[in-house]
T-cell receptor, first 113, second 115 residues
Framework: DAKTTQPNSMESNEEEPVHLPCNHSTISGTDYIHWYRQLPSQGPEYVIHGLTSNVNNRMASLAIAEDRKSSTLILHRATLRDAAVYYCILRTNYGGSQGNLIFGKGTKLSVKP | GAVVSQHPSRVICKSGTSVKIECRSLDFQATTMFWYRQFPKQSLMLMATSNEGSKATYEQGVEKDKFLINHASLTLSTLTVTSAHPEDSSFYIC???????????FGDGTRLSIL
């Protein structure tokens, strides 16, 4: 699975939008972009994933660059409960074959009241 | 949404004890289950992957005789840490996914402390 690069940490204010960047310049055509987050002392939680088009769900939005070499996870209105480590992971998913989720160091998001 | 249940959430035991951790997918058939380990202030490290009814595939450096994995049904996988020692103390997390390409879901982890 291709490697991703994320900032080690970011800070946000409560109720403001947060844009978490991820670079994946070596992404292949079959790699999906997945985002997970991990709250302290818990297992990772699925946030969102996409291939080429931007994606929205109840938790967040995913903006994918046209060349797919970078993406941004958007939390529209940060709350204190969004403080977590956010992981951007590439995973192959084509046909009947699915790659494994390999975690990097992620971005630790702090949310200030 | 999909739920993965992991039990127990915390174990404290003496060195030399074997510890079994259960992972269940509650509302979907998990054709593939994964076991991760996470040391303090580090990221998750994949230990092994198992498909239902097959032997687990272990990542490099993970001792298969030390970490026994059983995936006997589409909803249950177990990880047994045999003869655990203090260096095995860690946060163990299971994960599961189905065949259909849906997102992989994680349990809440088991914190293992070996005295």
């Amino acid at each position: 699975d291709a490697k991703t690069t994320q900032p080690n940490s970011m800070e946000s204010n409560e109720e403001e939008p947060v844009h978490l960047p991820c670079n994946h310049s070596t992404i292949s055509g079959t790699d999906y972009i997945h985002w997970y987050r991990q709250l302290p002392s818990q297992g990772p939680e699925y946030v969102i994933h996409g291939l080429t088009s931007n994606v929205n769900n109840r938790m967040a939005s995913l903006a994918i660059a046209e060349d797919r070499k970078s993406s941004t996870l958007i939390l529209h209105r940060a709350t204190l409960r969004d403080a977590a480590v956010y992981y951007c992971i590439l995973r192959t998913n084509y046909g009947g074959s699915q790659g494994n989720l390999i975690f990097g160091k992620g971005t630790k998001l702090s949310v200030k009241p | 949404g999909a739920v993965v249940s992991q039990h127990p959430s915390r174990v404290i035991c003496k060195s030399g004890t074997s510890v079994k951790i259960e992972c269940r997918s509650l509302d979907f058939q998990a054709t593939t289950m994964f076991w991760y380990r996470q040391f303090p202030k580090q990221s998750l490290m994949l230990m092994a992957t198992s498909n239902e009814g097959s032997k687990a595939t272990y990542e490099q450096g993970v001792e298969k005789d030390k970490f026994l994995i059983n995936h006997a049904s589409l909803t249950l996988s177990t990880l047994t840490v045999t003869s655990a020692h203090p260096e095995d103390s860690s946060f163990y997390i299971c994960s599961a996914r189905n065949r259909g390409g849906q997102p992989q879901h994680f349990g809440d982890g088991t914190r293992l402390s070996i005295l």
